[in-house]
């Protein structure tokens, strides 16, 4: 079973608006009998990172006695956190009957209320942790004047779904209560995840407009991961998902979170975002994702399916990028048009708490 990029682990952002596809900048040499040259459906400006990283990817043998060792290997690959804006290490209550849930807390300040990012880490449902993730959390502090708080939820497979969810709901709550001691605007909390950081993002807005008493602005996925039958009972074309993450990850990552293989029948209610029916009462929402990422037919489907629903919602595949391509070649051209499409989301995002808008749809350019 092959594995995920180290740079998957560390990263997250968003956006909300319309929805385009566009066609691939070159065509894909593939025959009529189906035979094709994966590389050629890659951006040109994204094709050197990734030869560089798939064979360290190829190598990784991913099981559940594997973990352990990939996870300190993983701690070792954590980027340096930045200096500015500080931030402290804190524990919070958990869910009844569940252990405390630690926190990272970015860029917190007395001034006049600002706007929130409760951000998910990514890691396939099974890796990553918050720290690693602090200097992506400092430069969206700075670029949003925002507050950000990263969530060191439990992983799978020793914590079975629902001990994710109920450490992500803990901190949204926990934000949402503490709202003056921290200096933030309860009406303005967004909630923005990478990868598996966003399937968790989508199953929190769920579960918090299934619960009521905190509202969400806006939830901003980044090729999220968001159904558990990708890979199992639904079987993508073999040019998607060819690269950093394919469909035997993810078998063993749903498999790792729900307690029962990937694809069955019946799973965990709320456990998979794809498979929730109503969808209706979310918050705005960006879903963005590559065009040859195994992700990127269940977030068409999912951005459709909000779209039916009447959510504000803005879908962006782009053209030749496989999963995590921004993680993996942040210079490549792609990748930076990427990072503006969603820092323009997130401002929007994040402004439409603001009185006297804030029952205003967002509406993308």
């Known amino acids: 079973m092959t594995g995920i990029s180290r740079r998957q682990l560390t990263s997250g952002v968003l956006a909300v608006s319309v929805a ?25 400006d994204l094709r050197a990172a990734l030869q560089k990283i798939q064979p360290e990817i190829d190598k990784e043998i991913y099981t559940t006695q594997a973990l352990p060792t990939f996870r300190n290997l993983t701690e070792a690959w954590a980027q340096t956190p930045k200096s500015a804006p500080p931030f402290t290490l804190r524990s919070i209550p958990g869910a009844s009957g569940d252990p405390d849930v630690p926190i990272v807390v970015i860029g917190q300040r007395s001034a006049k209320p600002r706007p929130v990012i409760l951000y998910i880490h990514g890691g ?33 497979p020793e914590t079975r779904f629902p001990g994710a969810l109920e450490d992500n709901y803990a901190a949204l709550s926990w934000i949402h209560d503490n709202a003056d001691e921290l200096g933030v605007d ?25 619960r009521g008493g905190v ?45 029962v293989p990937a694809g069955s029948s019946i799973v965990p209610e709320g456990s998979v975002p794809a498979r929730v029916r109503d969808l209706s009462g979310l918050p705005p929402t960006f879903i963005g994702v590559g065009s040859i990422d195994l992700f990127v037919d269940e977030n068409i489907e999912y951005a459709r399916r909000l779209i039916d629903a009447g959510i504000p919602t803005e879908l962006l595949v782009v053209p030749g990028a496989y999963h995590g391509f921004y993680d993996i070649a942040p210079a490549a051209p792609v990748s930076l048009g990427f990072l503006e499409a969603v820092d323009r989301a997130i401002s929007r995002g994040l402004a439409s708490g603001e009185a006297p808008a804030e029952c205003s749809p967002i509406i993308g350019a």
């Open 124 to 156: 396939g449902y099974i890796l990553g942790r918050a720290m690693y993730s602090i200097a992506v959390c400092q430069e969206m502090a700075i670029r949003h004047d925002c507050l950000v708080v990263s969530v060191d939820y439990r992983l799978a």
């Open 215 to 259: 509202s969400i602005c806006a939830q901003i996925l980044m090729y999220p991961m968001l159904d558990d039958r990708t890979g199992s009972s639904h079987q993508p074309a073999p040019w998607i998902g060819t690269f950093v993450w394919n469909v035997a990850a993810n078998r063993f990552g749903w498999t790792a979170l729900l307690g």
């Open 20 to 44: 385009t596809i566009w066609p691939g900048r070159a065509a894909a040499r593939i025959s009529r009998s189906g035979a094709f040259d994966p590389l050629s459906l890659v951006d040109p």
């Open 186 to 210: 309860r009406k303005r909390i967004a909630v923005i995840g990478e990868s598996a950081g966003g399937g968790h993002a989508a199953a929190l807005a769920i579960a918090a407009r299934d």
